[in-house]
């Protein structure tokens, strides 16, 4: 068993991997006699390298990623409606990493990130390091990217092809490489 | 930024070019509106099933540019209020 911090760099293979997480799942029910003691140390840290290994998003910016690449993929499957819908997320996930990372800017109550149909509004007066006729640009596509979203997840008798979801995946795209 | 006594107005104006829209094939209509926080929120659906998302949204931005290039900013056309 790994009781060391040193043992840490043992953590490479599947196989380690595995064990190490079968170690921190044993432990984890358990309170600790003494939270100083080296291997809560160490489960301290598997158990982030867990989250990081099974994909589980940390940040607004790792939601952003994610569901950017699920929104490609969903394309080229023709889930045109589903493609549209991530493609907002990944855009909103993005702007919201902005506005809370770099920004500092404190979210409503009981929420990590701004209400959707607020959020072009805090875009215009708060978005940084960004020029006005540029905001309101951002604002304008997420607007966009947001009634088809809506369409395309709440209105079924509003048609949703692949020129939606082409249109979606291109506005999200500008967004993403826009700042 | 608009006042509460120059929301009508603008609401208005969005309904005439919905009208416009109408006329090229692109129903929609104004369902709600309501002034918060100094923005102008102006609810905006399909006025009948067909609309494709696609004339939605993109009808729904150029009015809202047209409003902000003759000086109504904080005025913003949206599908819903919902969260």
């Given at each position: 068993?790994?009781?060391?911090?040193?043992?840490?760099?043992?953590?490479?293979?599947?196989?380690?991997?595995?064990?190490?997480?079968?170690?921190?799942?044993?432990?984890?029910?358990?309170?600790?006699?003494?939270?100083?003691?080296?291997?809560?140390?160490?489960?301290?840290?598997?158990?982030?390298?867990?989250?990081?290994?099974?994909?589980?998003?940390?940040?607004?910016?790792?939601?952003?990623?994610?569901?950017?690449?699920?929104?490609?993929?969903?394309?080229?499957?023709?889930?045109?409606?589903?493609?549209?819908?991530?493609?907002?997320?990944?855009?909103?996930?993005?702007?919201?990493?902005?506005?809370?990372?770099?920004?500092?800017?404190?979210?409503?109550?009981?929420?990590?990130?701004?209400?959707?149909?607020?959020?072009r509004?805090?875009?215009?007066?708060?978005?940084?390091?960004?020029?006005?006729?540029?905001?309101?640009?951002?604002?304008e596509?997420?607007g966009r990217?947001y009634t088809?979203?809506?369409?395309?997840?709440?209105?079924?008798?509003?048609?949703?092809?692949?020129?939606?979801?082409?249109?979606?995946?291109?506005?999200?795209?500008?967004?993403?490489?826009?700042? | 930024?608009?006042?509460?006594?120059?929301?009508?107005?603008i609401v208005?104006?969005v309904?005439?070019r919905l009208?416009?829209?109408?006329?090229?094939?692109?129903?929609l209509?104004v369902?709600?509106d309501?002034?918060?926080?100094?923005?102008l929120y102006i609810v905006v659906a399909?006025?009948?099933?067909?609309?494709?998302?696609?004339?939605h949204a993109?009808t729904m931005a150029k009015i809202e540019r047209e409003l902000?290039?003759?000086?109504?900013?904080?005025v913003l056309l949206v599908p819903?209020?919902?969260?």
């Open positions: 068993m790994c009781h060391g911090e040193q043992r840490l760099s043992c953590v490479g293979s599947e196989c380690q991997f595995a064990l190490l997480k079968q170690l921190v799942r044993s432990y984890l029910p358990l309170k600790p006699p003494d939270a100083n003691d080296s291997v809560w140390s160490v489960i301290r840290k598997l158990t982030g390298k867990i989250a990081k290994g099974g994909r589980m998003p940390e940040t607004w910016l790792d939601v952003a990623r994610d569901a950017r690449k699920s929104a490609s993929s969903l394309l080229t499957e023709d889930h045109n409606r589903s493609a549209t819908a991530r493609a907002y997320y990944a855009a909103y996930a993005k702007i919201t990493h902005e506005l809370v990372a770099t920004a500092g800017l404190p979210m409503p109550p009981g929420r990590e990130g701004p209400n959707h149909s607020r959020i509004s805090i875009i215009s007066t708060s978005m940084p390091n960004m020029a006005q006729p540029k905001r309101d640009k951002l604002s596509m997420l990217l088809l979203r809506i369409d395309a997840d709440y209105r079924p008798s509003s048609p949703v092809g692949s020129g939606e979801a082409r249109a979606a995946i291109s506005l999200m795209n500008t967004i993403f490489e826009s700042f | 930024m608009p006042t509460q006594a120059e929301a009508p107005g208005a104006e309904r005439q009208v416009e829209a109408a006329n090229q094939g692109v129903h209509e369902v709600r309501k002034l918060e926080d100094d923005w399909p006025s009948q099933p067909g609309v494709r998302a696609l004339d993109n902000r290039q003759t000086g109504k900013s904080h819903t209020l919902e969260d």
